[in-house]
């Protein structure tokens, strides 16, 4: 079963001259040219200059000189099942044994978050939520690509990693799609198959998500072979948010506008290649050009496949430089094939439903045919690039591990640095470029185990990066993933990106652990800025007690009912675990919306409700008076000894039921009252509103912070 070593070009002691090389200063945030190699050409000079977005042209290069810097800093020595690539540019190796996200209900692999603008990542009224190519698990794995449907999972935030179940704590939610509403933007409607694969998720103030993606439709025959190129687009889509206790849910996302279609200007097409790449939408702001939104995505150099499109400057290599290829051999022996580019879009509308190309930011002509899910990365005043390539996919002459490949420059469109010795290399498999890499599906005899362990990384906020599991073993010994694996940190800065092995356990954090930066309270239509208790309702939202309406409103003037009060309260206690021991009042019943929160209500002895011929009565939806309100706000902290002083409000005597409780209310602060000419009131008979209500919890939350007798669970909040 052993494979012919491979690429075994420098001895050992060439090996020594290029760590000793490497070690002579560490690079400095711009224009580093590391020194060369022993045995190999110098990486390009790039300048990380900046140009306009939108009016330059310019084309940044990752070019052959520079991959060739992969190779270079590979340990020829290493031997069968060794890691030949340095290990601060590795990704610690996966343990076979690792934990299922889904439970096994589907297959998973490309994953993204909920983010902003700027890339923050987003909880949803404490809800962290993740979209991901998913799969049914009665398909076989490599089945997966063209049945691909976005599904999305939903997990409580603000958990510690190693405090969550091993495969990271997600729930599966469902696909985001009804079957068939995808399909709809084709004109040729004969497809074979049709799915849906990678993009990125923005999400708004008011909830709204927009989700752009890869819409693909296949012309596939019964043998599988294709009858015309299959037809990629950029799409978009836009649903809303909804969370509460239970967990999250999606409503829209029923219509689909189709963006981008390659063009075969910039981003090859069809008709110039039938295999040609175009998928995987990042947006993002850039605060050095407000007011723009920007589109990068993974696409092929527009030119006819196989054409003799590769170009001296595609290579790289100084003039004088003893190790350059010669371009005609690098042409002849294939590398044209290979011609992947990220390109760049610019919205036209605030909707973000208009686009327009420009001009690729990246290349990577005759180096590789695949520059995936590209994203934008701004730390430090520094823009890094980073995108995702497979060792196979490389140009002949050119070998590099499945990963992270970073790219640094001062702007959007820069004359981008390759990360770390000028090759690129960000975050690799560790892999051994000395032997073959087989397949996922049949992984080398000799090769590292983890060679295909991750793939589809996304970079997250402090150089978090999170990724599937394709396979783990050798061919003797192997394991399919489908499934997230342990998330790794990336310590990013300057020229350089390194793992960092103090994270997690030796380098590696927790399963599919993807966790939010920001917390998104979904804003109300009828509480705008400025209204009074605005501040109270946005409160009230984000502890997840209220959801409002299903219209977006919030409703604040509206009197609230008493099984809403009751709703609210068992919320604001945190929602213990609680189950009904029957049927307390005939008014109530199992049906009810709000069953188990009114029971938990009386069984805290918080309410008593009303004794009738018929049975004790709640009148669940009758508004509550200020009065009882003030009771149930009591009896909620406990009851807790108060002897009043006096009369504090003109219009509530000592002898009027309540009296203590509504004084005690004014004394911790929850309740101020009306200052009138005839003194203070407290209107006690008044229904209270919804925004008042929001108010008062408010208010007891932030002046009556004692732990109370209903237990724990109240502190707890």
Request: charged residues 20%.
């Amino acid at each position: 079963m052993k494979t012919r070593p491979v690429n075994r070009v420098l001895a050992a002691m060439v090996l020594v001259a290029a760590m000793l090389s490497s070690l002579v200063g560490l690079p400095t945030a711009r224009a580093a040219v590391p020194d060369a190699v022993p045995g190999f050409a110098a990486p390009t000079v790039h300048t990380q200059e900046a140009y306009h977005p939108i009016n330059s042209d310019f084309t940044a290069r990752w070019t052959r000189a520079d991959a060739m810097q992969l190779q270079a800093m590979s340990d020829p020595t290493a031997g069968s099942r060794e890691n030949s690539m340095p290990t601060e540019y590795t990704m610690p190796t996966v343990s076979q044994d690792f934990p299922d996200m889904s439970n096994d209900q589907v297959w998973v692999w490309d994953t993204w978050p909920l983010t902003d603008e700027r890339s923050h990542q987003y909880s949803v009224l404490g809800w962290e939520v993740v979209f991901s190519l998913v799969a049914d698990r009665s398909l076989g794995f490599d089945e997966r690509h063209q049945f691909a449907r976005i599904g999305y999972f939903y997990r409580e935030a603000g958990i510690p990693a190693d405090e969550r179940p091993e495969n990271g704590g997600w729930t599966y939610g469902g696909l985001l799609f009804e079957d068939g509403v995808t399909g709809v933007i084709f004109d040729d409607q004969s497809f074979s198959h049709q799915t849906e694969w990678s993009g990125s998720a923005r999400v708004f103030p008011d909830g709204t998500v927009k989700l752009f993606f890869t819409d693909v439709a296949f012309y596939r025959d019964a043998s599988g072979a294709d009858i015309k190129p299959y037809d990629p687009r950029i799409a978009l889509s836009i649903g809303t948010i909804h969370a509460d206790d239970d967990g999250v849910s999606f409503t829209g996302f029923d219509a689909v506008t189709d963006l981008l279609q390659a063009d075969g200007r910039w981003y090859q097409d069809g008709d110039q290649n039938p295999y040609f790449n175009f998928r995987d939408p990042f947006t993002f702001e850039d605060p050095a050009h407000p007011g723009e939104t920007f589109m990068v995505f993974e696409g092929n150099s527009a030119v006819e496949r196989g054409s003799r499109s590769c170009t001296v400057e595609d290579l790289g290599y100084a003039a004088d430089d003893p190790h350059a290829e010669d371009l005609t051999e690098v042409m002849d022996n294939g590398a044209v094939y290979q011609m992947a580019n990220v390109g760049l879009a610019v919205a036209e509308n605030d909707d973000l439903t208009a686009w327009r190309f420009l001009p690729p930011i990246l290349s990577a002509n005759c180096v590789t045919d695949q520059t995936e899910r590209p994203q934008i990365y701004i730390k430090d005043g520094k823009y890094y690039l980073f995108t995702i390539s497979h060792r196979s996919t490389f140009a002949w002459g050119m070998d590099g591990p499945e990963g992270v490949y970073g790219f640094v420059g001062d702007g959007i469109r820069s004359d981008f640095q390759p990360l770390n010795r000028g090759s690129g290399l960000a975050l690799g498999n560790p892999t051994n470029l000395n032997y073959l890499q087989g397949n996922p599906f049949d992984p080398d005899f000799n090769q590292h185990p983890g060679a295909f362990q991750a793939y589809s990384h996304y970079v997250m906020p402090n150089g978090l990066v999170q990724s599937f599991i394709d396979t783990i073993g050798t061919t003797d010994n192997f394991r399919r993933g489908g499934t997230l694996g342990p998330t790794v940190r990336l310590i990013i800065s300057g020229t350089t990106a390194m793992v960092d092995r103090d994270y997690g356990d030796v380098g590696l954090g927790g399963y599919a652990d993807i966790p939010a930066d920001r917390n998104l309270v979904p804003t109300f239509s009828d509480v705008p800025e400025g209204l009074q208790f605005h501040d109270e309702i946005m409160w009230l939202a984000g502890e997840r007690i209220t959801t409002g309406y299903p219209d977006g409103t919030f409703r604040p003037t509206t009197p609230i009912n008493r099984d809403a009060m009751a709703a609210f309260l068992y919320r604001f206690a945190g929602s213990p675990d609680f189950t009904p021991d029957g049927q307390t009042f005939v008014d109530v019943g199992e049906d009810n919306q709000f069953y188990t929160e009114i029971e938990w209500l009386a069984a805290q002895g918080i309410t008593t409700g009303w004794e009738t011929d018929a049975g004790r009565e709640f009148r669940p939806t009758t508004a509550i008076n200020r009065d009882a309100m003030a009771a149930f706000l009591y009896r909620f902290a406990g009851s807790p000894r108060h002897v009043p002083f006096g009369q504090r409000f003109v219009d509530v005597p000592p002898s009027m039921p309540f009296h203590t409780e509504i004084d005690w209310l004014a004394t911790t602060g929850i309740t101020t009252g009306w200052p009138t000419a005839n003194g203070n009131e407290f209107r006690p008979t008044t229904p209270i509103n919804r925004d008042a209500m929001a108010a008062f919890l408010y208010r007891y939350d932030n002046h009556y912070p004692e732990v109370s007798p209903l237990g724990a669970a109240v502190a707890e909040r």
